[in-house]
């Protein structure tokens, strides 16, 4: 499976954008990005996917760069409840995978009040 | 509510002895998935179910782990004569009928191995 790199750990003020960096630079044709969210003592929750276009949904945007070996999940007004890891996968959409997602270590947003 | 129960949420048992945990669905129609997480790790994968066939395995899951999904609805994870190492959130997770590309993840349920 290709691999992500994303920082750590990221702060943020409550009310403020935040914008979470993922790289991937062995990105294949096929692979989406997807992005989850896990808050403490849950399991994670889905927050948004792509493949080449710029995505919005309700809980957030997904920006993708052009050549896809980049992108940026961004939150555009951070509240306390976004306190979370957040986790940055590519996910090959191939039958044989079973479209299975590998998980990294993601990155702890924390949301200062 | 993902419709994703697990049951144990938490189970507390002595090294060597059998644990099972159960997941149900909300709906048979979809692919069935297990992970497992450890403390300030992402879930690794475990195996994965499509209606009643098991499709795929992952290296971790030793012999000592068995997975079952009977007609194709709820399914078991049974883990023998554990060890400490066992101890983790194991988290079920199914795809939406469409198979949209979500997965939608249970609460999990957390085992503690003494």
């Known amino acids: 499976d290709a691999k992500t790199t994303q920082p750590n750990s990221m702060e943020s003020n409550e009310e403020e954008p935040v914008h979470l960096p993922c790289n991937h630079s062995?990105?294949?044709?096929?692979?989406?990005i997807h992005w989850y969210r896990q808050l403490p003592s849950q399991g994670p929750e889905y927050v948004i996917h792509?493949?080449?276009s710029n995505v919005n949904n309700r809980m957030a945007s997904l920006a993708i760069a052009e050549d896809r070996k980049s992108s940026t999940l961004i939150l555009h007004r951070a509240t306390l409840r976004d306190a979370a890891v957040y986790y940055c996968?590519?996910?090959?959409?191939?039958?044989?995978?079973?479209?299975?997602?590998?998980f990294g270590e993601g990155t702890q947003l924390t949301v200062n009040p | 509510d993902t419709g994703v129960s697990q049951d144990p949420r938490h189970k507390i048992t002595k090294r060597g002895q059998n644990v099972t945990f159960r997941c149900d669905p909300i709906?048979?129609?979809?692919?069935l998935y297990w992970y497992r997480q450890t403390l300030g790790q992402g879930p690794e994968f475990l195996t994965y179910?499509?209606?009643?066939?098991?499709?795929?395995k992952s290296r971790l899951l030793s012999d000592r782990f068995s997975a079952e999904r009977p007609k194709g609805s709820f399914s078991t994870l049974e883990i023998q004569r554990t060890e400490q190492g066992d101890s983790a959130m194991y988290l079920c997770?199914?795809?939406?009928?469409?198979?949209?590309?979500?997965?939608?993840f249970g609460e999990g349920s957390r085992l503690t191995v003494l």
């Open positions: 997770a199914r795809t939406d009928r469409a198979n949209t590309g979500e997965l939608f």
């Open positions: 062995t990105i294949s044709g096929t692979d989406y």
């Open positions: 709906s048979e129609h979809n692919r």
């Open positions: 996968i590519l996910r090959d959409e191939g039958e044989t995978s079973g479209s299975r997602l590998t």
């Open positions: 792509g493949l080449t």
């Open positions: 179910f499509q209606n009643e066939a098991q499709l795929e």
